[in-house]
């Protein structure tokens, strides 16, 4: 799991509420990373920043939200708007866009 | 939008024999990676292969690369149990931005 924290393991929600994933690196990378993997999936792309107050929707944006005001935190918001929430939660860096990625250990969010 | 694809979907070999996975992509690349995700963990990098690169090896791992067929494989010599997981290959288009992953290829190793 490298130098990315992510926490919690496991988050509970109620459907309605909006809820704040955290993503911490101390790996001095400028990229970071957002993906979304549902059970037995591949990764989809939600958000990503390429340096600090700076961030692109990747292909399922819709129902989150981001922020990169540090460059070693992008924290990822679900939103009541987020029609199928359940799912688990990657956060990722790399040093840029042509290198590899660093994954975090992941959030398994369930909403009911 | 789905870029690379693995092949098989499932994989299941006795320990100590050799696996082979394939990833075949549509659009040409800056660089080809392959990653590895054990059961509800974050993804582990493997390799990194770049366009110009038609092999390279890993310890017990070896990616080649045929830019021509857009397709890439990944063997795993002398499989270990620890080797089972799920294994991903991911591209970086030019100008994409992003890398994209493929749906993965899920490998047991059975004792």
């Known amino acids: 799991d490298g130098g990315i924290t992510q926490s919690p393991k496991y988050l509970f929600r109620k459907e309605g509420q909006n809820v704040t994933l955290s993503c911490e690196q101390n790996l001095n990378h400028d990229a970071m990373y957002w993906y979304r993997q549902d059970p037995g999936q591949g990764l989809r792309l939600i958000y990503y920043s390429q340096i600090v107050n700076d961030f692109q929707k990747g292909d399922i944006a819709e129902g989150y939200s981001v922020s990169r005001e540090k460059k070693e935190s992008f924290p990822l918001t679900v939103t009541s708007a987020q029609k199928n929430p359940t799912a688990f939660y990657l956060c990722?860096?790399?040093?840029?866009?042509?290198?590899?990625?660093?994954f975090g250990p992941g959030t398994r969010l369930t909403v009911t | 939008s789905q870029q690379g694809e693995e092949d098989p979907q499932a994989l299941s070999i006795q320990e100590g024999e050799n696996a082979t996975m394939n990833c075949s992509y549509k659009t040409s690349i800056n660089n080809l990676q392959w990653y590895r995700q054990n059961s509800g963990r974050g993804l582990v990098h493997l390799i990194l292969i770049r366009s110009n690169e038609r092999e390279k090896h890993s310890g017990r791992l070896r990616v080649t690369l045929d830019t021509s067929k857009k397709s890439s494989s990944l063997l795993i010599t002398a499989s270990r149990a620890a080797d089972t997981a799920s294994y991903f290959c991911a591209t970086d288009a030019p100008g994409a931005q992003k890398l994209v992953f493929g749906q993965g290829t899920r490998l047991t190793i059975n004792p």
């Open positions: 990722a860096s790399s040093i840029d866009r042509e290198n590899e990625q660093y």
